[in-house]
């Protein structure tokens, strides 16, 4: 077990994180980085019981894994939002890529693509909180459609920044 300390400055040994996601998140930035790996570990480990249920062909188990994740695909997309999200203010602000984006032989600089999945993300968690009224703080802002602008995708990782620090602190409340 390693003896380091994680810090919003640095959640992790060796990344610093930047000024603007020390400003978004602040002390939440230590949850962030014990997100990610979890986030990566939790996605496997969903797949990997769906997979031996489906080999067994136990039905009963398909629709209780399945059902499983349907029940936490708010909290999902809610902490690969804020993980995604953070991560992209780690890379400064900037342009987005078009929607709907057109594959071609020119490379993507990884700050735009990461920046526009984390856009992406928080706008699947929006149409989510729109569907199912989930939201905690109100103020949903609209999902994005084809044409969107920067300013509306800058507004779904706005919402998904504010909604999962609510989260946090409700949760250091109880």
Known sequence: MSAYRASPDEPWPGWSTSRAAQAAYGTHLVRIGELIPVLMYSHVMDRQHLAAAHSARNQDLIDFQVSSQAMECRDDLLET???????????????????PYQEDSNPVPRDVELRTDASDVASELVRHDHQHGTSTTGNIPSALDDGCTDVERDAVRAYARREWITAQERWNDV
């Open 81 to 99: 939002a804020a993980v995604l999200d953070a991560l992209a203010l780690c890379h400064g602000h900037g342009s987005y890529l078009p929607r």
